[in-house]
Each structure stands twice: as C-alpha cells, then as structure tokens.
C-alpha cells in the first residue's frame, strides 16, 4: 500500500519547514560586565557573553574597531544556555568604549548582541597598570 500523495507533500513541506528553521538566524547572544559598566581605572573588569547550548567559540570585539578576542572555553550554565568570559585586570581609559560579543556554532557566526559602554572614571590608584593590553 503505496502513500496517499497529499500524505506524502505534507511529510516534505513539515521537513523543509524544520531545515528552514534550523538554518535560520542564529539567536543574538547577550552581554554583561561585572563588577558593573563603570569601572575606576586599575580595576578589573570581567565581561559574560552568553548564548545557547552548542556554542563552540565566543569573541568580545571593540566596537568600530578591529580588536577582539576568541574565548573556546565555553561553559554550560543551564541546561538551554551557554557562557564565556573576559577578563580585563586593570582597566585604563584606554578600556573605555563600546563591547559587544558573538559566537560561533553550527559552522556559522550569531549575529552581534547589543553594545555594552564600558565607562572608566573615578580615582586613579597609586599603581596604575597597564590599560588594555590583552584585547
């Protein structure tokens, strides 16, 4: 008993549909910055990018500039979500200015996540390291 032709379109629409879906844009990732966005200059700042499970790589960029940094260490936070993170040990006012991440999964790169604004203000301690070598 050979499949009703109907039967058999709707299989193949409902499988084009999921390929289309599974193709489609990948989820924006998100940013945060910890102890908080303004930093005084000399102290660290770690930066959290997060996104979902099967993330393979996470990049911090400077925004309207060619620095970044690749993070391959990714962490499951929950079941549905995925993390990386950036440290920068002494901020500078060189650290100042926008942030923002993206991943790599799936041979594919997500789109940007929002910018975050690093602020660097307040007192400059006695010994102030280097600003923002490592990015």
């Known amino acids: 008993m050979s499949p009703h032709p109907t039967a058999v379109l709707g299989l193949v629409l409902c499988l084009a549909q999921t390929i289309h879906t599974q193709e489609g844009a990948l ?7 910890e102890p908080g966005t303004v930093i005084p200059p000399g102290n660290p700042v770690t930066f959290r990018c997060r996104g979902p499970v099967g993330v393979h790589t996470f990049r911090l960029e400077r925004e309207n500039r060619s620095q970044y940094k690749d993070n391959y260490d990714v962490s ?13 040990d002494s901020v500078s006012e060189d650290s100042a200015g926008g942030y923002r991440c993206i991943y790599h999964k799936a041979s594919r790169w997500s789109q940007h996540s929002e910018t975050l604004e690093l602020v660097v203000k307040g007192t400059v301690p006695d010994t102030e390291a280097s600003g923002f070598d490592s990015l």
């Open 27 to 33: 989820p924006r990732p998100s940013i945060s910055a």
């Open 76 to 88: 499951l936070v929950s079941p549905f979500l995925s993390e990386a993170t950036f440290r920068i």
